[in-house]
């Protein structure tokens, strides 16, 4: 008896343990985060949806604490994910309460990362549950996967290189479900439909993704409030 | 020949009903422009449907290039009657006046005699869809401004850069301008056959809805004779508004998806103009004229 309450006390210690480790993690990577109070930066923007044939466009990301995110497009129309593009790192990491649990280890883009599932624990939060691809030694998340109530699951690959000691990506790959299209030919006046089934096919079940090139980033040089509204 | 085509012409355009059709599409087009100003946004939702569940389509969607499109998209259909209302006249009015055989006495032959009709025809379809062209592109412009243009197709979208549109349009209203002649040709054909101008226009809007009726419902029995009717290659404008995308689903700048659709359907809109110029000569050569 005595042999099983001190195993069930180790495993527990050694749970406990791994959840502070995913903490003082996260808490590290919110740590290099908060170094930028706000940015605007420039980037090429590609939407890669099966069925929707756009051009690749210029695009300009505002950012400021605590989670406030608008893109704008300099020019022309953009084509974003339904709401999914405002949940950015730091509006995941921003969570007031959640819980952190350490799902061990995985390897994103060749590099070894810690993964750390984020579960909040408000009841209305939006987001059921994320989970965070942490590379532990230069404390980047380079992966993240949400699961959202309103607007379903997405994930968010990053890229670092020049902005890498304050977090900042210089490529974000943001890829989402999209629901199969058809639309019907009284509304599009089309009648004349000479596409192969095969061809039709090719644009149906697929994921969508939206990727983010960031050419310049201007960071802590104040961005007024008017921008996000 | 010269002498002819400008006095056909003139009489075109002395005629009150040659400016019916220039009113009723000023009409037409202003009513659209009036009701996209107040509820485009509206407008906008429903061709965008099931597509703003899953994504989020930002900028100014209802512009002038959008505008102009819709309006291409309903009118081109109407426009042939107006065509028609011209075009069936220039032989069989003649007829019905009484005037034909007097200008068949003058020193011409019969075939200078339909070519400069023809021709004078040919003017006024393109004066009509050079109007059409400006009321719906420029004036469109002026009103809702200028954007990439996003187009809902059966099976896919399709979102044109604004500084890749203008040629597209250049090129519909050539092809359009060659989709009308045809109609022209169509009802100066049916014209010769009557010695009154009801029967032909009436015969040409009759011919044009029911190959329209063939040409857009997809019965595998018609999609067989589909290929061969007019009206099918009538909408191959639409054509400049579709791009080709490379390998990583980028759409190609100044690319068209289908140009052999767009040069195919063109030969064969000229050879119905061609066609139906020279049967109409053939027929008038061979016609005993008693009026």
């Known amino acids: 008896m005595k042999k099983i309450i001190t195993a069930c006390l180790l495993l527990l210690n050694i749970s406990f343990a791994n959840a502070q480790n995913a903490d003082a993690l996260i808490k590290k990577v919110k740590a290099k985060l908060e170094q930028v109070n706000d940015y605007v930066a420039e980037a090429k923007m590609k939407t890669d949806v099966a069925f929707i044939k756009a051009p690749i466009g210029k695009v300009k990301v505002y950012y400021k604490k605590p989670n406030r995110l608008k893109i704008v497009k300099d020019k022309g129309i953009s084509i974003l994910p339904k709401g999914g593009i405002s949940m950015n790192t730091s509006s995941i990491l921003g969570m007031a309460n959640c819980t952190t649990i350490d799902a061990g280890e995985a390897v994103v883009s060749g590099i070894k990362t810690k993964v750390i599932k984020l579960l909040p624990t408000d009841d209305n939060s939006e987001i059921i549950i994320t989970t965070l691809y942490i590379d532990e030694a230069n404390s980047l998340i380079k992966k993240s996967a949400t699961t959202t109530r309103e607007n379903g699951s997405f994930e968010m690959e990053m890229f670092y290189n020049t902005y890498a000691n304050l977090g900042l990506p210089d490529k974000m790959i943001f890829s989402f479900n999209v629901k199969d299209y058809k639309m019907p030919k009284g509304v599009t006046l089309d009648f004349d439909d000479d596409m192969k089934p095969e061809e039709k096919a090719k644009l149906k079940h697929k994921k969508g993704k939206v990727e983010f090139t960031y050419t310049s980033y201007t960071i802590n040089k104040g961005v007024a409030d008017s921008m996000f509204k | ?291």
């Open chain 2, 1 to 291: 020949m010269y002498t002819l085509f400008k006095v056909e012409l003139y009489k075109i355009f002395k005629r009150p009903r040659t400016y019916i059709a220039f009113a009723a599409m000023t009409a037409l087009i202003t009513i659209i422009q009036l009701g996209l100003k107040v509820d485009g946004k509206e407008y906008i939702e429903f061709v965008l449907g099931d597509l703003s569940n899953t994504l989020q389509v930002d900028g100014k969607l209802c512009n002038g290039y959008f505008v102009c499109f819709c309006i291409l998209n309903l009118l081109l259909i109407h426009v042939p009657l107006l065509i028609a209302l011209i075009a069936a006249d220039m032989i069989s009015g003649e007829a019905n006046m009484g005037t034909l055989r007097l200008l068949l006495s003058k020193p011409i032959t019969r075939t200078q005699f339909v070519v400069a009709k023809f021709l004078a025809a040919t003017v006024y379809t393109l004066l009509l869809l050079v109007w059409i062209a400006f009321l719906a592109l420029f004036v469109s412009i002026f009103i809702f401004g200028t954007d990439d243009i996003f187009l809902v197709k059966n099976n896919y979208a399709v979102q044109i850069a604004s500084n890749d549109i203008m040629w597209r349009y250049l090129g519909a209203f050539f092809f359009a301008a060659l989709a009308m002649v045809t109609v022209a040709a169509v009802a100066f054909f049916l014209s010769q056959f009557a010695e009154n101008s009801i029967g032909p226009i009436v015969a040409t809007m009759s011919i044009i809805i029911v190959f329209t009726i063939f040409s857009t419902m997809s019965i595998p029995l018609f999609n067989k004779i589909k290929p061969f009717m007019f009206t099918t290659h009538m909408v191959a404008w639409k054509e400049f508004f579709d791009v080709r995308v490379n390998a990583d689903n980028e759409s190609i700048a100044g690319s068209i998806q289908r140009p052999d659709k767009i040069i195919n359907s063109a030969l064969i809109l000229i050879a119905h103009i061609v066609g139906l110029v020279s049967l109409s000569a053939y027929f008038l050569k061979k016609k005993d004229i008693l009026s």
